[in-house]
């Protein structure tokens, strides 16, 4: 019997273990699901002990564009995101895939908010913002990207504008946004969680007419930023659903099986109540 794992360097307290700990028990799957560290110069040799050792596995950073070269194949999720956080091990062969992408959307939909001909601020341009800045293209979205470091938002418009020369993006520097009529803010960027919990990346006068507010960060359940976001009457969503789904859609690729919604919502509640204790 092969395992899964996570991989990436360093692998700091990650709720992946528990997710699929869960999942494999419900399903009484005798499988476990490891974290191993894989250093980014140890990369290359590992993938053929992964190969040969394990069904699957998670990618984390800083693995997530470095791996695409040393896999086989890619499937359009990979292909479109620029990135892999699964990996699928198929008759020899190591197959790309992500999630992260599917996650996103989730959240979106727990709220039943639609994306078409929305005209979204993006906060940050690492590599969630990447994703969601990828997918946001494909659907046609005109977005503006707002970072601290002006060089990572010009290059993430430049990625965009290659793969989606229709794409409509805007640059704008994180301290200085220009107000919109933006429909949408996404905060893709760590302020909110940590020693930066008490900030907000954006002052609340740009939640002014804003339907959503999107928060990556599932930790605390409501930053400052979704908590200001609320007062002024937007819609909000944490974090916690994309970390959540993107680990499930990738047990669902594993195993060709889909996740019940029963089971989802009791892994979603295992999981809230480990992070945020029974409130
Ligand atoms: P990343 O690649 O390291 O990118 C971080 C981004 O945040 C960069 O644009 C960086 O700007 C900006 N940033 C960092 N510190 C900042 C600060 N003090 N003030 C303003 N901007 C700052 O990280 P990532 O993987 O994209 O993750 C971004 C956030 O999303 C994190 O909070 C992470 O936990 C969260 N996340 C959540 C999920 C989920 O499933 N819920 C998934 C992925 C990520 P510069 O370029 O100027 O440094």
Known sequence: MKNYALIGYPLSHSFSPILHGLVYKSWELPNI????EVLPEELELAIPMLKRNLAGFNVTAPHKKAIIRLLDDLDFSAQLYGAVNTVKSEEGKLIGFNTDGAGFLKGLSEVDY???NKHILLLGAGGASQTIALELAHQGCPVTIANRELSEAYALKLLLEKRFPEASVEIAQLNDIPKGSYSCIINATPVG???????SPISSDYFRGVELAYDLIYNPAETLFLKEAGKMGCLTVNGLTMLIAQGLKAIEIWFEREIDTELEENIYSSIA???YGND
């Open 33 to 36: 699901y490891l974290s191993w």
């Open 114 to 116: 639609e994306l078409t």
């Open 193 to 199: 969680m940590g020693s930066l919990a008490n900030e």
């Open 273 to 275: 109540k480990e992070l």
